[in-house]
């Protein structure tokens, strides 16, 4: 396999990130969740045929870092930007996703990264937006300018995609973790995964 595999992520910091979890969950178990998705993620990618694996990170690596992975900083600006530069980072065909769905798993990763130079793979989102984008030949600027964030952000990235004239492959739709109840619904998907694990040790916590 010649392709690259991308996660963008920040480090799982107290009051950085998972706001919107609570608070039904407290920030720092806001931030463990995020850890347990992220290794999640992590174990996921390293268990996909790759020739390379990048995680482009905002924040310092942890205890949580395993081993196979290249850390490259992400540069500034809009999540447009970053994702355009984590692009930018690869030759040949790469596959990005983020740390928003610990239910991810090989089998859904490597026909993402199976790419001829004019195809693309799309991994849609529940809520409008994306959590797998795919390109068999690097075009940063196929990501700048996307409106991120928003409930069409898939809509219109998908749509570049194909103005390009890239043959599109998609892939399944996936639920993002974002809010508590999406929380409890990923983890039913993945009930062995250190993300369910870390949730049900919150006795009590939440709604469902």
């Given at each position: 396999?010649?392709?690259?595999?991308?996660?963008?992520?920040?480090?799982?910091?107290?009051?950085?990130?998972?706001?919107?979890?609570?608070?039904?969950?407290?920030?720092?178990?806001?931030?463990?969740?995020?850890?347990?998705?992220?290794?999640d993620t992590l174990?996921?990618?390293?268990?996909?045929?790759?020739?390379?694996?990048?995680?482009?990170?905002?924040?310092?690596?942890?205890?949580?870092?395993?081993?196979?992975?290249?850390?490259?900083?992400?540069?500034?600006g809009g999540l447009?930007?970053?994702?355009?530069?984590?692009?930018?980072?690869?030759?040949?065909?790469?596959?990005?996703?983020?740390?928003?769905?610990?239910?991810?798993?090989?089998?859904?990763?490597?026909?993402?990264?199976?790419?001829?130079?004019?195809?693309?793979?799309?991994?849609?989102?529940?809520?409008?937006?994306?959590?797998?984008?795919?390109?068999?030949?690097?075009?940063?600027?196929?990501?700048?300018?996307?409106?991120?964030?928003?409930?069409?952000?898939?809509?219109?990235?998908?749509?570049?995609?194909?103005?390009?004239?890239?043959?599109?492959?998609?892939?399944?739709?996936?639920?993002?973790?974002?809010?508590?109840?999406?929380?409890?619904?990923?983890?039913?998907?993945?009930?062995?995964?250190?993300?369910?694990?870390?949730?049900?040790?919150?006795?009590g916590a939440g709604?469902?």
């Open positions: 396999m010649n392709g690259t595999l991308l996660v963008i992520a920040k480090s799982p910091l107290p009051g950085r990130v998972k706001t919107r979890l609570t608070p039904a969950f407290s920030p720092q178990q806001a931030a463990r969740l995020a850890e347990a998705a992220l290794r174990d996921a990618v390293r268990a996909t045929p790759a020739r390379r694996r990048v995680l482009v990170l905002d924040g310092a690596p942890g205890t949580w870092l395993t081993p196979g992975f290249d850390v490259v900083a992400q540069c500034g447009d930007e970053r994702l355009a530069h984590a692009f930018g980072l690869c030759e040949g065909p790469a596959l990005l996703v983020g740390m928003d769905t610990p239910q991810l798993t090989p089998a859904l990763l490597a026909p993402g990264l199976e790419l001829a130079a004019d195809e693309a793979s799309f991994g849609a989102a529940e809520d409008g937006g994306f959590w797998a984008l795919g390109l068999g030949a690097p075009r940063p600027a196929l990501l700048r300018g996307v409106p991120m964030s928003s409930p069409s952000t898939g809509a219109v990235q998908r749509a570049r995609l194909v103005a390009k004239g890239l043959t599109v492959r998609e892939l399944p739709v996936l639920r993002d973790v974002d809010t508590a109840a999406d929380a409890f619904a990923v983890a039913a998907l993945a009930p062995r995964s250190r993300f369910a694990a870390v949730l049900s040790s919150f006795a709604a469902r």
